[in-house]
């Protein structure tokens, strides 16, 4: 399920929670932020190579490159075993820019994006099928748990894929990660 919560930058994460995607739509889109939902019905198996995901989703790949002229596209396939997986999440987890905009295509699993646009931080619980457009230079962050299952088709315009501008800040420090945010929508 796709869920958005706006909270103010500086507090505890607290914050108005949506739950209606062309809500969380039209919230995100004020800010700057598109998302929208894509079909996303092929059953990949977990160990699935990136080559065999891009070829599921080429249809939806192609569209997406002819619209955007993207230079390289790759694939992040996650599972909570997977050897890198802690430092991956340790990465993702400071708050960065890219001088790119950052798309993602989440084809399988969840994965929590903190975007820091002004006073405000937007919380979007991304899930199957969801697109997210980042514009550039936004400050975020992303967490995808301690365990730790998705796979997301990334597009990238500029040539050397993901490149990022580590603001260090702490901020993500401040509010609930990805197990506690889900947690507490159950
Ligand atoms: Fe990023």
Redesign the pocket.
């Known amino acids: 399920m796709t869920t958005l919560t706006i909270a103010p930058a500086q507090a505890d994460g607290t914050g108005e929670i949506f739950t209606d995607f062309s809500v969380i739509s039209a919230r995100l889109l004020e800010a700057g932020v598109r998302l929208e939902r894509w079909q996303a019905g092929h059953e990949l198996p977990g160990d699935a190579s990136p080559e065999a995901v891009l070829a599921a989703y080429r249809e939806s790949v192609d569209l997406l490159n002819a619209h955007y002229g993207f230079q390289s596209v790759d694939v992040v396939s996650i599972t909570p075993d997977h050897p890198y997986a802690t430092a991956m999440r340790g990465t ?1 987890l400071k708050e ?1 820019t ?1 001088a790119d905009f ?1 798309v993602r295509f989440f084809v399988e699993g969840s994965g929590l994006f903190y975007l820091h646009i002004d006073d405000r931080v937007y919380m979007v619980l991304c899930g199957r099928g969801d697109l997210i457009s980042i514009p550039a230079n936004t400050p ?1 962050w ?1 967490d995808m748990g301690s365990s730790p299952a998705f796979k997301c088709i990334r597009f990238f315009t500029a040539p050397n894929g993901w490149e ?1 501008d580590f603001t260090g800040s702490d901020i993500a420090t401040l509010f609930p990660d990805f197990d506690s945010y889900t947690s507490s929508l159950a």
């Open positions: 993702f960065h890219h950052e975020h992303f990022a």
